[in-house]
């Protein structure tokens, strides 16, 4: 079957450093995607990773381990409005196919 | 505003009536996918179209649900008999051809009472 976990909930203060990890189990392979949904919005992409590595842009980082089926999200210097809920999703099968999504992990960034 | 559009923004219907929503995609973008997000849950994928062929379908889509995209550019979602738990957000997304990045429209959040 096709899983995607992620944890549920993180909390964090302004100007830290936060992890969000992803693990997945899917019948299939062709890319990692993190997208972030603020409240009553639509979700907006973050980044991408279909080899294994760190991607970085801006104060957003992602890395993936295809073999460990393994991705983390990394945010730096933490502003309030990077509360969110952060989702990570897979696309199993070919270029422009369906993302399956976890359920996200809400993070609540305090002064 | 030339993102992806959806319209209607909120509709309440009663369980058992027919409901239609719209979706106006990025103009250049040919690939057009139905997603469905209910509180606390991630979006789940509901169908997919290339130009006007729907080329993808979940199989928790149930026979009462219908999608269309006659000419390729906008479609529509349309739900029957609708049930309480129908209730939930429905969000389209377009892409190019080659475009790694789904583009997500405000979504239409569907009430059933």
């Known amino acids: 079957g096709q899983n995607i976990d992620q944890p549920t909930e993180m909390t964090a203060t302004e100007g830290a450093i936060v992890q969000i990890n992803c693990t997945y189990q899917?019948?299939?392979?062709?890319?990692l995607f993190w997208y972030q949904q603020h409240a009553g919005e639509a979700p907006t992409f973050l980044s991408y990773n279909v080899l294994d590595g760190l991607e970085e842009k801006g104060r957003f980082s992602s890395f993936l381990s295809r073999s460990k089926g393994y991705s983390y999200l990394l945010l730096k210097e933490l502003q309030m409005k990077d509360s969110a809920s952060y989702l990570c999703?897979?696309?199993?099968?070919?270029?422009?196919?369906?993302?399956?999504f976890g359920k996200g992990t809400t993070l609540s960034v305090s002064s | 505003d030339t993102g992806v559009s959806q319209d209607p923004r909120h509709k309440i219907t009663k369980r058992g009536q027919n409901v239609t929503f719209r979706c106006d995609p990025i103009s250049e973008h040919n690939r057009l996918y139905w997603y469905r997000q209910t509180l606390g849950q991630g979006p789940e994928f509901l169908t997919y179209?290339?130009?006007?062929?729907?080329?993808?379908k979940s199989r928790l889509l149930s026979d009462r649900f219908s999608a269309e995209r006659p000419k390729g550019s906008f479609s529509t979602l349309e739900i029957q008999r609708t049930e309480q738990g129908d209730s939930a957000m429905y969000l389209c997304?377009?892409?190019?051809?080659?475009?790694?990045?789904?583009?997500f429209g405000p979504g239409t959040r569907l009430t059933v009472t």
């Open positions: 179209f290339q130009n006007e062929a729907q080329l993808e």
């Open positions: 999703a897979v696309r199993s099968n070919q270029a422009g196919t369906a993302l399956i």
């Open positions: 997304a377009s892409s190019t051809g080659t475009g790694v990045e789904q583009y």
């Open positions: 899917t019948s299939g392979f062709n890319g």
